[in-house]
């Protein structure tokens, strides 16, 4: 029979039978809008059948699983009024949300694009919050007929977020699934229906993708309504949050920096927002407004493993920290633990010799600096992780750890300095030098004795900053071949110092330790120029001896020697005739 008689009786069955034909005619016309006309009319159809009050349940429950089936293909507007209808009935509202749950479900296993996946979810969380938006569950959902199907949707909705947070987490663009689901959070009605567990969960994963989005103030916000709302778990969500910051504002690289204008020019995607020294210092705003939050909650933030490197992200990679900036967010120096100074301290160190001080680096991030300014921030920069580690240092007088970082910042600043022509007086220099090595020698001596005793674990770094200042800086960057040591110099000496320092090590340490050297040695030789690489090459063998381990750095050894031996050669020949009168000039052409 025609729609309009099935209409008339309130047949239900016969539009449904006509909602599937117009389906079948919706996909054979493809997306344009012919399909998307034939689409919207099947719906309308399925939603008035799911509604006569004189049909049978289950054939209401028909039109309803096929209706909820078609939503992401018809207009929000389509949707929303019905689904109001259909919450309010107490026959129907229960049915539909196990339909949602059931969709939910499914949308893990889609073979589809993770946008069309996002779009699904979207969907099921914009029909849950009609069902929020009633009178009757202004307090939340109550009953148990909803709270098993609420409970699937939530679980696949997180599922979702967290596989958006995993693949895109540490992205440059943000993508248009993860664009998509920040929209999906869910509210805090919703949130307050879950029991404890699944609430934790889906709170984590929407401060996440807020994260991932660049919507890190709406992440502060969530996270703010998730520590008042859980605060035995509060140290918890912040730590979760600033893990999750950090790979926002330093995501791995994925493209070369001269193709990132033509990526901005995606539809499913866009670059997120560069780190200016504006947006750096909004970022270290938050970041004090999240340190004082956690204060006022009896919280320590300083003790949060993530609250360190979400520092040192807030800040450009060309951008040297200042002590104010340092002292609002981990307060004074002289009251600050000693892990955390030593960290922030260790931290500063590394970029004090690569990034801060690398025109490679400026270059890329478009920062216009003099090599007189970049040697002023640079030497303040030392001086700010030297107060840093001497304020450790005076609480823990005794931590070889500590007395290692002290030596390499003090040594690794004098070097700067004497490269930049502004060192002391030679004759206090070397005595400076001569203090560091020794500190060095005291603090490797501290370090293998509490080794072997089985107090403390493996820390390779002490030997390789101890060789490194040998080679002219503690962290193996910026060699120079005026620093590398000379036969018979109080550098050379170091070189069998270090390896009879490494060889009162148990014998299973002493094999880790020389692994651990020689791996970061063949790093060091990658990044060094080629003027260096030969000599760098032969002092580590004279630590590593003919242990298994140094395989390559061998092989490398004699690769240098046989492009000296048999490869390079030096030419000398005469530039015209061989004969040519007393006082008389002549050319020589020297070559390799």
């Known amino acids: 029979p025609p729609l309009e008689d099935a209409r008339a009786r309130a047949d239900g069955a016969q539009m449904i039978v006509h909602a599937r034909y117009k389906l079948d005619l919706a996909a054979k016309a493809g997306d344009g809008p012919e399909g998307e006309a034939l689409r919207l009319e099947a719906f309308r159809i399925l939603a008035e059948a799911s509604l006569l009050a004189n049909e049978s349940t289950d054939r209401r429950r028909e039109a309803l699983r096929i209706a909820i089936g078609q939503m992401n293909s018809v207009p929000k507007t389509q949707v929303s009024p019905w689904l109001a209808e259909v919450f309010a009935s107490p026959a129907l509202g229960p049915a539909a949300l196990e339909q949602l749950a059931l969709s939910a479900a499914q949308i893990g296993n889609m073979q589809a694009a993770e946008e069309v996946r996002a779009q699904a979810t979207l969907g099921l969380k914009e029909s849950i919050d009609v069902l929020l938006a009633r009178e009757d569950v202004v307090g939340g959902i109550d009953s148990a007929a909803l709270r098993v199907p609420l409970r699937m949707v939530t679980t696949a909705l997180v599922a ?75 140290a918890a969500f912040a730590d979760h949050f600033l893990a999750k910051w950090v790979g926002r504002l330093r995501p791995a690289v994925e493209y070369p920096e001269e193709m990132m204008m033509f990526f901005s020019f995606y539809r499913d995607a866009m670059p997120m927002a560069p780190l200016t020294r504006g947006r750096q210092r909004r970022n270290l705003d938050r970041l004090d407004m999240l340190v004082a939050k956690l204060r006022e909650g009896g919280i320590e933030p300083r003790a949060l493993p993530s609250i360190v490197p979400a520092f040192q992200a807030c800040h450009a990679r060309t951008e040297v920290y200042d002590k104010p900036d340092i002292e609002r967010v981990f307060g004074p120096f002289d009251r600050m633990p000693p892990a955390t ?63 290692v970082v002290h030596a390499a910042l003090t040594y690794d600043r004098l070097q700067f300095k004497q490269a930049q022509k502004t060192a002391q007086d030679p004759v206090q220099a070397n005595e400076y030098r001569k203090a560091a090595f020794e500190a060095f020698g005291d603090a490797a001596a501290r370090y293998v004795a509490a080794l072997n005793r089985g107090e403390t674990r493996d820390d390779p770094g002490v030997h390789r900053r101890w060789f490194g200042a040998a080679m002219g800086t503690a962290e193996l960057n910026f060699l120079r071949p005026e620093d590398l040591p000379k036969e018979g110099t109080l550098q050379d000496d170091q070189i069998d110092l270090i390896r009879r320092s490494m060889q009162s090590l148990e ?20 990044r060094a120029n080629p003027e260096i690489k030969p000599r760098l090459v032969r002092h580590a063998l004279r630590v590593i001896g003919e242990h298994p381990a140094g395989a390559s750095l061998r092989a490398m050894e004699q690769l240098y020697r046989d492009l000296v031996k048999d490869e390079i050669k030096l030419r000398l020949a005469l530039d015209g005739a061989d004969q040519v009168g007393v006082g008389r000039p002549f050319g020589m052409l020297l070559s390799l």
């Open 160 to 234: 979702e977020m967290e596989r958006a947070i995993e693949q895109r987490g540490q992205q440059q663009f943000i993508g248009r699934n993860a664009q998509l689901l920040y929209r999906a959070i869910p509210s805090e009605k919703w949130l307050a229906s879950l029991e404890p567990s699944l609430a934790t969960r889906a709170r984590k994963a929407c401060i996440a993708i807020a994260t991932i989005a660049d919507e890190t103030d709406q992440a502060l916000a969530l996270l703010d309504a998730a520590m008042r709302h859980s605060p035995s778990e509060a």
């Open 341 to 403: 100074s030593a960290g922030l301290a260790m931290t500063m160190g590394g970029s004090l010799n690569g990034d801060w001080r690398s025109r490679d680096v400026m270059k890329a991030a478009g920062v216009k600096r003099s090599d007189g300014e970049i040697a002023q921030i640079v030497d303040r920069g030392y001086g700010v992780a030297i107060e840093l580690i001497d304020s450790a240092v005076r609480q823990r007088p005794d931590a070889w750890n500590l007395a």
């Open 507 to 526: 014998p299973e340490a002493f094999d880790r330790h020389v692994a651990s050297f020689a791996n970061d040695i063949e790093g060091a030789v990658q």
